[in-house]
Structures are given as structure tokens and as C-alpha cells.
């Protein structure tokens, strides 16, 4: 029998390529500790009327892409398709609002849908996500897209751009739906399978097509921007003044409506043009109605997510972004005291912050000396049975090769120090 294989659509994420996930969950942390957004954690499934009520069941993720599945209750759960649904639900049933003010929040975690695997496109994938919830203010539409410029810019991309949309309000798109299925009805023949089936159902949905035909035709269709009411107006230019203030560069793109039925007004995405038909890496946008219509208050919100597998995929692309993953410290041992004795060093020395890895092979210096090369650490520790007994150990930086003896208290007593000229002996690492 042949070895088993990670089911279509997964992957495995090897320790070579965790060392970019672990750089952007540590940049994300720090930027969003520092923007005064809190982590929340949700589980990975909810109950399938969560997203058929909140993403809108005339939408691809709800009627193609979920994964659902009754349990031994009969009860239908859906493994989550994204994060939002999940958030609000959380916000409304552990009753945040009653805290007052604004909650802003922010995830990241594993998401599920039914795809064609492709680059950068999995049928489980992961996201990170925040959401602000509790203000109309446009001032909170432009908290989330200057944060996800920043973003982007701490991992080294900068090559993005920011395309911006109003979809307006409720009542605004039912003004709009009459006029763009007017203009579309006459090309129904000619509109893809999808785009025919999208025409009565939801119909916006055909603007951001992606079959070359469809869009064509859309490039003629009636903008959304000129049925917005004058408060939406309003907003979308105030949203607009905000990012010039702020230096963000933006187009305004009317054929952006985003996938997902909650949203209103405010619509973006962050696309990157290396990554080909798969372009937009971070998407979001306004959801004044989800809270209201998932069983909580009226309340506005605004948020985004980002895809992990795009951005950990720009980042390997771009030279710049190199990482290695070396520890500071390689530890060579021969003889069963000496090699005793290197498990307590290493453990005294991660204590004091420094990593360690130890050769378990027993094998000669010489090779052991070739892995520590390898291991990209700026230097070895070589314990043979004369330090074991005499409780030395020897120093080998491996750049300079450059060699010392210390005894084993003064290599304790220097941890810092050495610490410092480690971290000195290092090449930056850059992003």
C-alpha cells in the first residue's frame, strides 16, 4: 500500500516556510497591540445559519463553497468559510456591546471552502482579520485601511494598490439592482454560465466577473456611485479625504463590490499584481446591517481580512524578504559525559534566551562541525572528554573561525554578553 497524501486542496507548511508565517504573526501582533485592537478566538465551526443568514445565501461561498455536515444531533454545521459571521456572532451572543464605546478585534486562524486549489488558493487556508464595531465614523474605514497598508509595508510588500468602492446602503442597491439588470438583461446570452445564473439572484456580483467577455460588458453597465444617496455620498468622500490626508494612494473602481452580501458602503481590496488572476490579498469593507440582522442591536462595522497563503507567496517571491531560520548556537559533543553535559549547558543557556540546538548523532567532530555550518548559528560549542572533565568548553564562531576556551561557569556568567555579539555576528534579516 502507497503512503497516504494530504487531502486535495491542503498543504503542509514545512519548517522552511513557518519561519514567514512566524514573522507575520509577530508583526501583526505588534501593530495591532499598538493600534489598541484585542485578539479574539472563534471556534472553527458554527452553525450553517450563521453564514447562510450572514454572507447571504445568494452568494458562491454559501450556495458552492462550504463545507457542511449534520452531526450525531442532526444539527448542520459548516466548518468556517471566514471570519466576520464568526466575530459578530461572538460580539453579540457574549453581549461586548454592553461594554460600550468600540470594540476593536482581530483574529487569525484556519478558513474552509470548496475552491479549485490553485497558487495561493487552498480549500483550507488561513486568514487574518480585524474588525471595528461600534462607530459609523469614517474615521473608522480609515483606521482599517491604513492599518493594512502598514501592514503590508512591515512584511516588504509595497508594490500594492488599494482599489476603493461605495456600494452604498440596502436602499441604495435596490435602486441601483433595477438600473444594472436593465443594462444587463439585453446581453443575458452573451454573459457567462455563472454571470446568467447571478442576473436575477444577485446581480452585482457580475461586475467583478473575471471571464473576459462578462467583464467587457460590465465595463458598460451604470456606475453604483451615481445612485448613492447624499449621506452615502457624503461618507465615500469622507473616506476618500481621509486617505489623502493620510498619504494612501487609491483608485476608485465602481465594479467592486466584494463577495459577500453584508456589506455597505465603503468596499476595498489590496492587489498585488505578481500574484496574477489571484490578485487581491486583503479585501474588506462596512457591515452597518450584519449585527442587526444575526439577532443583535443596530450597529455599524467596518474590518477587513487578508490571506496568509498570498502574502506568505509575495513575500517568498521578493528577494528582499529572505529569512533563515539559524539558531544562535551549535552544540557539538563526543563521549557520554560530554554529551551529558551539553543537554545542561544548552538548557542554562535557552534560559537566558539564546537558542540552542544539540548534535544527538555521536558522530566525529569534523561532521558534526559541517551540520553546525549548515545550521546557519553564529557559533558551535565543542565539548569533548577533556572539557567534560575539566568542565571547559570551546568557543568556535563559525564566520570568523575564531576559537576560545572557557570554563563552563565563565561561559554562564558571559551569557549576555555573548548574546550581544550573536545578535551583532548576524546579518539583519529583512522583510
Known amino acids: 500500500m502507497g503512503f497516504i497524501q494530504a487531502s486535495r486542496g491542503t498543504r503542509d507548511i514545512l519548517p522552511d516556510e513557518v519561519v514567514y508565517w512566524q514573522q507575520v504573526e509577530k508583526i501583526a501582533r505588534d501593530l495591532l497591540h499598538n493600534a489598541a485592537y484585542r485578539e479574539l478566538r472563534t471556534p472553527i465551526f458554527e452553525q450553517t445559519d450563521l453564514f447562510e443568514r450572514g454572507i447571504g445565501e445568494a452568494t458562491d461561498v454559501v450556495g458552492k463553497e462550504m463545507y457542511s455536515f449534520l452531526d450525531r444531533g442532526d444539527r448542520s454545521l459548516t466548518l468556517r468559510p471566514e471570519g466576520t459571521a464568526g466575530a459578530v456572532r461572538a460580539y453579540i451572543e457574549h453581549k461586548l456591546h454592553a461594554q460600550g464605546g468600540v470594540q476593536r478585534l ?60 461605495s456600494v452604498g446602503t440596502k436602499a441604495d442597491r435596490l435602486h441601483y439592482r433595477e438600473a ?18 447571478r442576473l436575477n439572484r444577485n446581480p452585482l456580483r457580475i461586475l467583478d466577473s473575471k471571464d473576459e467577455k462578462t467583464a467587457a460588458i460590465a465595463k458598460g453597465a451604470p ?100 529569512l533563515q531560520a539559524g539558531v544562535d548556537i551549535y552544540c557539538a ?53 577533556e572539557e567534560a572533565t575539566n568542565h571547559t568548553v570551546q568557543i568556535k564562531w563559525l564566520t570568523s573561525g575564531e576559537q576560545i576556551t572557557l570554563s563552563q561557569s565563565e561561559l554562564f556568567d558571559q551569557a549576555v554578553l555573548l548574546q550581544e555579539k550573536i545578535m551583532l555576528s548576524k546579518p539583519a534579516k529583512k522583510i
Request: aromatic letters at 8%; charged letters at 20%.
Open 180 to 197: 444594472l439588470v436593465a443594462y444587463l438583461q439585453p446581453f443575458a446570452e452573451e454573459l457567462d454560465a455563472d454571470s446568467r445564473d
Open 223 to 322: 456606475s453604483i456611485l451615481d445612485y448613492l444617496s447624499e449621506a452615502s455620498q457624503a461618507h465615500f468622500e469622507r473616506v476618500q479625504d481621509l486617505l489623502q490626508r493620510l498619504k494612501i494612494p487609491f483608485v476608485i473602481n465602481p465594479c467592486l463590490v466584494r463577495g459577500l452580501d453584508y456589506y455597505t458602503h465603503t468596499a476595498f481590496e489590496f492587489q498585488i499584481d505578481t500574484l496574477g488572476a489571484q490578485s487581491t490579498v486583503c479585501g474588506g469593507g462596512r457591515y452597518d446591517g450584519l449585527i442587526s440582522e444575526l439577532g443583535g442591536p443596530e450597529t455599524p462595522a467596518v474590518g477587513w481580512a487578508i490571506g496568509l497563503e498570498r502574502l506568505v507567496l509575495v513575500m517568498q517571491q521578493n528577494q528582499s524578504a529572505a
Open 106 to 165: 482581530w483574529y487569525t486562524g484556519p478558513m474552509f471552502r470548496y475552491e479549485r486549489p490553485q497558487a495561493g488558493r487552498q480549500r483550507q487556508f488561513h486568514q487574518l482579520g480585524v474588525e471595528v464595531i461600534g462607530s459609523a465614523d469614517p474615521r473608522a474605514d480609515a483606521e482599517v485601511i491604513v492599518l493594512a497598508s502598514d501592514f503590508l509595508k512591515a512584511v516588504g510588500i509595497h508594490d500594492w494598490m488599494l482599489s476603493l468602492n
Open 333 to 385: 559533543a563526543r563521549g557520554d559525559e560530554a554529551e551529558a553535559q551539553s543537554l545542561e549547558i544548552a538548557q542554562r543557556l535557552r534560559q537566558v534566551g539564546l537558542s540552542v540546538e544539540i548534535d544527538l548523532s555521536g558522530s566525529a567532530f569534523g561532521k558534526q562541525l559541517k551540520r553546525a555550518d549548515r545550521s546557519g548559528a553564529a557559533l558551535s560549542l565543542i565539548i569533548g572528554e
